[in-house]
């Protein structure tokens, strides 16, 4: 009876999203919960997959272990093979950052100004 209600309760409206992979053209890459590093390369021959919040705080393209699984709501990145390694520049790592913080989600801008709020003004 205990797991029953725990399965229920774990599928609800609190659950987790499944891991959020970026492919290297900045699509989103489909992927199942329980996947790890070595599957998601195999379906992606010459790249390697990477944390975008490790990618983030070290300005460099770590590439993770084959063996490591894909953990729910965590942001991936499918990267070529030959940028493992790699320093990356203010604007990408600005951009990876953002990205590994909203989870994927996208953000909503609003404009500022008088345009934006929708005032007629008469000349």
Not at 16 to 43: F, K, Q, Y
């Amino acid at each position: 009876m205990g797991n029953f209600a725990s399965r229920c309760v774990s599928g609800g409206a609190g659950a987790r999203r499944p891991p959020l992979v970026i492919g290297p053209d900045g699509r989103p890459v489909s992927v199942e919960e329980a996947m790890t590093a070595a599957e998601l390369m195999i379906e992606a021959p010459g790249h390697v997959v990477a944390r975008a919040a490790d990618v983030a705080k070290e300005r460099r393209v770590r590439a993770m272990a084959a063996d490591e699984p894909l953990l729910a709501g965590e942001v991936y990145l499918l990267v070529h093979a030959c940028r493992a390694g790699a320093r990356l520049g203010d604007s990408e790592v600005e951009a990876i950052g953002r990205l590994a913080v909203s989870g994927g989600k996208k953000e909503v801008r609003r404009a500022a100004g008088p345009a934006a709020r929708g005032s007629s003004r008469k000349r």
